[in-house]
T-cell receptor
Framework: SAVISQKPSRDICQRGTSLTIQCQVDSQVTMMFWYRQQPGQSLTLIATANQGSEATYESGFVIDKFPISRPNLTFSTLTVSNMSPEDSSIYLC?????????????FGPGTRLTVL | AQKVTQAQTEISVVEKEDVTLDCVYETRDTTYYLFWYKQPPSGELVFLIRRNSFDEQNEISGRYSWNFQKSTSSFNFTITASQVVDSAVYFCALSEAQDSGYALNFGKGTSLLVTP
């Protein structure tokens, strides 16, 4: 299994500012993902955080808006840049510890972001 | 295109009733995984089950059971003798090796309300 922590757990930010969310895992993991959950909605994949290379973004998400770092196998950050109220969401980090599909994907507790 | 369809947006039952949550998925992969997650009002995602595409055996865990039918591309979830603590949003998700690199495609979720 994997234990995941996220910082901050919640924040209230002003529009136009940026917030960096940290995801820390207690063990080395193969894959890390960032998801967004807008109020009352499902989870949508933002990007796959690749260790040592640029993140792979899903359609509708761009690096300038959501820059991602993954300096090692246990840590990643997601920055929400130039925020607007539409960015108010829960942002969740998830990890896939092993290789392939035959593994449970673990989720962090999420970061609840409100943009005023 | 939506790969996971949860047609039921909201379900309300009285305690002790049985309830089935529907999930229909779409994939071209022969190897894939299906998941159910529970998201209580507190917001964290609770893993319930993972089932691979080669295992069509139904599974029972306490009051929970899952019916996987590849012929109809469905992976339905039944709660027997529902309890108030079952009130939550339930998400069905699909993981494919080819299209999503093991990330999860979530359905829109079914909000279950169990009243005393």
């Amino acid at each position: 299994s994997a234990v995941i922590s996220q910082k901050p757990s919640r924040d209230i930010c002003q529009r136009g500012t940026s917030l960096t969310i940290q995801c820390q895992v207690d063990s080395q993991v193969t894959m890390m993902f960032w998801y967004r959950q807008q109020p009352g909605q499902s989870l949508t994949l933002i990007a796959t955080a690749n260790q040592g290379s640029e993140a792979t973004y899903e359609s509708g998400f761009v690096i300038d808006k959501f820059p991602i770092s993954r300096p090692n196998l246990t840590f990643s950050t997601l920055t929400v840049s130039n925020m607007s109220p539409e960015d108010s969401s829960i942002y969740l980090c998830s990890v896939l510890p092993g290789q392939g599909l035959n593994n449970e994907q673990f989720f962090g507790p999420g970061t609840r972001l409100t943009v005023l | 295109a939506q790969k996971v369809t949860q047609a039921q947006t909201e379900i309300s039952v009285v305690e002790k009733e049985d309830v089935t949550l529907d999930c229909v998925y779409e994939t071209r992969d022969t190897t894939y995984y299906l998941f159910w997650y529970k998201q209580p009002p507190s917001g964290e995602l609770v893993f319930l089950i993972r089932r691979n595409s080669f295992d069509e055996q139904n599974e029972i865990s306490g009051r929970y059971s899952w019916n996987f039918q590849k012929s109809t591309s469905s992976f339905n979830f039944t709660i027997t003798a529902s309890q108030v603590v079952d009130s939550a949003v339930y998400f069905c998700a699909l993981s494919e090796a080819q299209d999503s690199g093991y990330a999860l495609n979530f359905g829109k979720g079914t909000s279950l309300l169990v009243t005393p």
